[in-house]
């Protein structure tokens, strides 16, 4: 399928960032762009106010008439989570359109132009958004997809008037196969998403296949330690290839310098805070450096990166209340996470709201999750969101509470969840999670911000 030749794109799950992403992108093509999801979220309306038509019926006379005849000018993209008897996706299946998955459509829009590919079980989102804005930031240009919004840009899509893109390279039903970068990131490859996989020795060797559709010539990053071979070694304090040293923190900001084998950067401001941040920019710099982009406008960008949605994004900040909110739903995501927020906040007492997210999540990390969780000083735990999957026997939020040694630690319905906390009044709230947690972030903070 031909980019130019699509002038029409429908969206079975457009809410998705990945999958709203694309829609950004076409619509900035010209191409006619509606779309499907079952709730109406902020993404979507961010969608709709930019004009896009969006249905929130899972239904064939909901369908825009454009996209009722199969047309050789139509494109459909789906994402996997949508279930199999969808009836939208059927229709469209039944009356021969081409019908895509979102992994399929970014290897066609970036065959044929520069690469830059994040892949990763955590940290994808923010290394390649550090990507994305260095190269912004400093006049080079991108095109990026990114798996989370933006801060300077409010959007998970950027586009540039050249041949480079960035994308977050998704390893969930190993859709990064789709493509072939020129320069790749890798920045964790540990155990996740085993309802696809089955084992962390299955994951592991799709992100050796992954490793192996670098282009000829091209460049790997690999966070130290990880088994890809011909790889660049990067970390933070570690005697990697790329590395970070004298790491410190100076007025609540993250410090550190940056090395290579031909670069000394020092002095580096990061506002994203956390040793794994550090070591995901650290990845970014590299990137940026393989470009030929100049240092010293490099540390101007990073200095002025505003972070990403939902990854460890302030949103109270006063001498009574701090409250931040952060994506994590992986255990050693909530393990860098909580790191953070004791290396910034030593004093304080941590109240934590997590929602977990997968019933099989939930059963196959059960005991790293308690170990995490159990760090904590008050514990709110809320019912497993359930994303795609159907209800596991004996797997809920009591199964992972009982495994939590932490003694202030209880279960709270998501509509108690705001008057729970009137009552607690903490002074350092930390709210995780990748389900739908993020709709208590208003109303949390407007408790706040009034107490």
Wanted: glycine letters at 8%; one cysteine or more.
């Amino acid at each position: 399928m031909e980019l130019d030749n699509i002038k029409r794109v429908y969206f079975v799950g457009i809410g998705g960032i990945g999958m709203s992403a694309l829609a950004r992108y076409f619509a900035k093509r010209g191409c006619g762009v509606s779309g499907y999801d079952k709730t109406k979220t902020n993404l979507t309306a961010a969608l709709e106010q930019e004009g896009i038509s969006i249905a929130y019926t899972d239904s064939e006379d909901s369908l825009p008439d454009s996209f009722v005849n199969d047309d050789k000018e139509t494109l459909i993209v789906y994402t996997p989570a949508i279930p199999k008897d969808s009836a939208i996706l059927n229709y469209f299946k039944g009356h021969g359109f081409k019908l895509k998955k979102r992994s399929e459509v970014l290897g066609i829009i970036s065959k044929g132009q520069f690469c830059i590919a994040v892949a990763g079980t955590h940290g994808k989102t923010t290394t390649s958004s550090v990507v994305a804005h260095i190269l912004t930031d400093t006049g080079y240009g991108c095109t990026a997809f990114l798996g989370g919004i933006a801060s300077n840009y409010n959007s998970n899509f950027l586009i540039g008037d050249n041949n480079v893109v960035v994308v977050e390279a998704d390893e969930y039903d190993r859709s990064f196969l789709t493509l072939h970068p020129d320069i790749s990131v890798i920045t964790s490859m540990d155990a996740d998403h085993l309802d696809i996989y089955g084992d962390a020795s299955q994951l592991q060797e799709s992100f050796q296949l992954f490793a192996g559709q670098l282009k000829p010539g091209g460049t790997l990053f690999a966070k130290m330690g990880l088994p890809i071979a011909g790889s660049v070694s990067y970390s933070a304090d570690m005697d990697s290839q790329v590395r970070a040293q004298n790491i410190r923190v100076e007025n609540g900001s993250f410090v550190f310098d940056y090395k290579d084998a031909g670069h000394l950067i020092e002095g580096i401001n990061l506002m994203l805070p956390g040793k794994h941040n550090v070591e995901n920019t650290v990845a970014a710099i590299a990137v940026a450096l393989k470009l030929g982009i100049d240092p010293d406008k490099i540390k101007t960008a990073v200095g002025n990166f505003k972070g990403v949605k939902r990854r460890f994004e302030y949103i109270v900040n006063s001498p009574e209340h701090i409250y931040i909110d952060d994506y994590a739903h992986h255990p050693e995501e909530l393990r860098a996470c909580f790191n953070a927020v004791r290396q910034l906040y030593p004093a304080k007492k941590l109240t934590v709201i997590f929602q977990p997210h997968l019933f099989t999540r939930t059963r196959d990390f059960a005991d790293d999750f308690a170990k995490v969780l159990s760090t904590a000083d008050d514990l709110v735990l809320l019912e497993i969101y359930p994303a795609r999957e159907l209800p596991l026997e004996g797997i809920n939020s009591q199964y992972l509470l009982d495994k939590i040694s932490l003694k202030d630690k209880e279960i709270c319905g998501k509509d108690l969840v705001v008057a729970h906390i009137k009552n607690k009044q903490p002074e350092l709230l930390l709210t995780v999670g990748a389900g739908d947690i993020d709709t208590l972030i208003q109303p949390l903070k407007n408790l706040l911000t009034n107490a």
